[in-house]
């Protein structure tokens, strides 16, 4: 009866320890390889005069103006970004 006891306590503690050691390997580390972003060339936008505006009311012309800096804002902010992939990839590090 201790025989039986001490035989399935053996085969308990081996089972335990084999799953044990199976979470103790080492996991192969995961590469990420950065890809530098390429940077669209810019549209050439068409030129609007003076006089084809004068029929806009200044709220609207105000509008306007407010809405093409805010674009230009964005696109000059989406090209920092743009730029700073270009530097991760050409760092000394790598």
């Known amino acids: 009866m201790i025989r039986t006891r001490y035989i399935w306590l ?3 503690i081996l089972i335990m320890t084999g799953l044990m050691m ?6 192969a580390p ?5 890809q530098a972003l390429p940077l669209p060339t810019q549209p050439v936008l068409p030129h609007i005069t003076a006089a084809e505006l004068t029929c806009l009311s200044d709220a609207a012309y105000e509008r306007l103006a407010t809405r ?3 674009q230009r804002q964005y696109a000059e902010e989406l090209e920092v970004i743009i730029k700073s992939t270009h530097r991760i ?3 000394p590090n790598e």
């Open 22 to 27: 199976q979470g103790c390997t080492a996991m």
């Open 10 to 12: 053996s085969a308990l």
């Open 68 to 70: 093409n800096r805010l």
């Open 89 to 91: 990839r050409d760092s």
């Open 30 to 34: 995961v590469q990420i390889t950065q």
